[in-house]
């Protein structure tokens, strides 16, 4: 007898039966019973809501997996164009100042390139198909990275700062390119005190550490790990990183020399046969660049006249770069075109510097007339290339001082005193010239004007202080005003040692301005702060010595005793 609630409760059953009690129920379809006529009344039920199901799971899942494949394709074309504009503004502009450099002054830099507007349009679309992806995909950390970049081009540093911490923590690995970029703002940041600058370095390299735990291929990561290294003068570990990454290129060669040369010793041996290998590479490079003198052609040169300079191969230089000067010559006779025109400007520029070099490692070495003849040489041909090029300016001052027959051969070249835009640095190499021979009040007319050519130059400003401390009218005010200037002015971009250098010298001139002014207890701390790095210095313990003798202190003794002891060991007298 046919019970319709009874098949209705074993349908609405149905479902409860194929999940508990599979093989029954499948029993049940091939039983004449009321659970067998109920499991096929029930089963088109249950397929048609299964369908369902399905539908709504693909329809959910496929349509998210779509637009997330869509959104990111938009992303990424705005993107590629708003980059491909940039790099084309950016390059026509470089073009434009190179031809004007090189005597053609036809195209003019537009401030106002209506190119910069699209550029705008495609930041905003960007950001709006970024922001629904991290809408849709909240876990995927290169969403958010790519918007913080865009941030920073719309100029909207917290924001990008936030999002950049956001997926890279201090605590823990996260995303590495957002590592990498917290690590360079860290290092970016003007620190207002020692603490605070090393604070900055450490969490620097906690970042680069957290980006080399995620990708330990990175280059850039290596690179700027052996620099932090390097500052916190962990000198081993860094040459370590160093030597890993001039496997990879040539042009990590010149850190390793440089802390040979801190290491000193025996290692000073080994920068011989690093330079002879990145010289040969370099040279490899710039053959294999000038089949098709292509985008690697400018930077193999500049790297291996840069290594010639190193290795004081001048000659060598010189042959190799007057070659490829008379071929440049020839393409740009031959093609015309801006990019022949910006390598002929750039070929210029490294003969300049290099015969400058070669100039300067002369006059260190040798004062003798015949160096002094050679020197001038070189200088003639880098003028040549480029009349106005400070050092070799520089240096054409330095051999016009005198009443010799080579300075007046120098003069012709170039006189300072003629000119009254000459370069701070030119103005300051006058007045170091005049202070070696004991001409104050010109040297103090040299530095002044330099100092207002270039206010912040530290090494102007503390060569004005000690020509006011020895000149006839002293002026120690003047000169303690100046030094305190000259401190705050030490570059914070330089190594541990030349910092140190700066502020030996600076601290040593601070300390001469007070003792002139009778302020004792000062004079012999800004002293002591410039005996660090040189404690075998006679003129700064016989200042010293004059600091505590002037409050009958003891410590005079101290350093008397040891002044005595260096000059027994010296002979001579002076500071190292």
Request: net charge negative.
């Amino acid at each position: 007898m046919f019970n319709l609630p009874f098949m209705l409760s074993r349908i609405v059953m149905v479902p409860y039966d194929l999940v508990t009690a599979p093989f029954r129920a499948s029993n049940s379809l091939f039983q004449d019973t009321a659970r067998g006529r109920a499991m096929m009344l029930g089963l088109p039920a249950v397929l048609v809501a299964l369908f369902g199901i399905g539908v709504l799971s693909w329809a959910e899942f496929g349509n998210k997996k779509t637009l997330i494949s869509s959104y990111n394709s938009r992303a990424e074309k705005a993107a590629e164009e708003k980059n491909r504009l940039i790099k084309e503004i950016n390059t026509e502009r470089k073009m434009s100042t190179t031809r004007q450099q090189s005597g053609d002054p036809s195209v003019a830099v537009d401030d106002e390139d209506p190119r910069l507007g699209r550029v705008a349009e495609l930041n905003e679309q960007e950001e709006t198909y970024l922001n629904k992806l991290i809408w849709l995909e909240s876990d995927e950390p290169d969403y958010r990275y790519r918007l913080a970049i865009v941030a920073a081009q719309r100029d909207d540093p917290k924001r990008c700062y936030s999002l950049m911490k956001s997926i890279a923590p201090d605590d823990e690995p996260g995303y590495a390119k957002a590592h990498f970029w917290v690590a360079t703002n860290y290092l970016q940041q003007r620190a207002t005190s020692g603490p605070q600058q090393r604070e900055y370095r450490r969490l620097a390299l906690t970042h680069i550490n957290h980006c080399l735990v995620r990708d330990d291929s990175n280059l850039d990561a290596k690179l700027l790990k052996a620099q932090l290294l390097a500052l916190d003068r962990r000198f081993e570990d860094s040459y370590k990183m160093y030597e890993e990454l001039f496997e990879q290129s040539p042009k990590y060669y010149k850190p390793l020399v440089e802390l040979n040369k801190i290491k000193g010793g025996e290692n000073l041996t080994t920068n011989s046969i690093i330079l002879d290998q990145a010289q040969r590479r370099f040279k490899e490079a710039v053959d294999e660049a000038s089949v098709d003198y292509g985008a690697d052609w400018a930077p193999a040169w500049a790297n291996l006249i840069v290594c010639v300079i190193e290795k004081r191969d001048y000659q060598l230089g010189a042959e190799l770069l007057s070659k490829e000067e008379e071929i440049q010559s020839k393409l740009v006779e031959a093609e015309g075109t801006p990019e022949a025109a910006s390598r002929h400007v750039h070929i210029k520029r490294l003969l300049t510097e290099l015969y400058t070099s070669w100039a300067g490692a002369l006059a260190s070495s040798s004062d003798s007339i015949q160096s002094q003849t050679q020197q001038l040489e070189l200088l003639k041909r880098a003028l040549s290339f480029d009349e106005n090029y400070p050092g070799a300016l520089q240096l054409v001052a330095r051999l016009s001082v005198g009443d010799t027959e080579l300075a007046a051969e120098a003069k012709k070249l170039y006189d300072p005193e003629k000119h009254d835009d000459a370069p701070a640095r030119v103005l300051n190499e006058m007045g170091s010239w005049a202070l070696g021979a004991e001409k104050y009040d010109m040297a103090i007319k040299y530095f002044e004007l330099a100092r207002r050519k270039d206010p912040n130059d530290p090494l102007i400003l503390n060569n004005l202080a000690y020509a006011y401390l020895v000149c006839e009218n002293r002026n120690p005010d003047r000169a303690l005003t100046l030094v305190n200037q000259a401190i705050r002015a030490i570059p914070s971009n330089i190594s541990a040692e030349r910092r140190e250098e700066l502020a030996s010298h600076f601290y040593d001139t601070k300390g001469r301005a007070l003792l002139q002014m009778n302020r004792m207890d000062e004079a012999a701390a800004s002293l002591e702060l410039a005996m660090r790095s040189r404690p075998k210095n006679k003129d700064i313990l016989a200042a010293l010595i004059k600091c505590y003798e002037g409050r009958d202190d003891i410590q005079a003794d101290v350093y008397r005793q040891r002044l005595e002891a260096i000059e027994a060991d010296t002979g001579n007298a002076g500071g190292e």
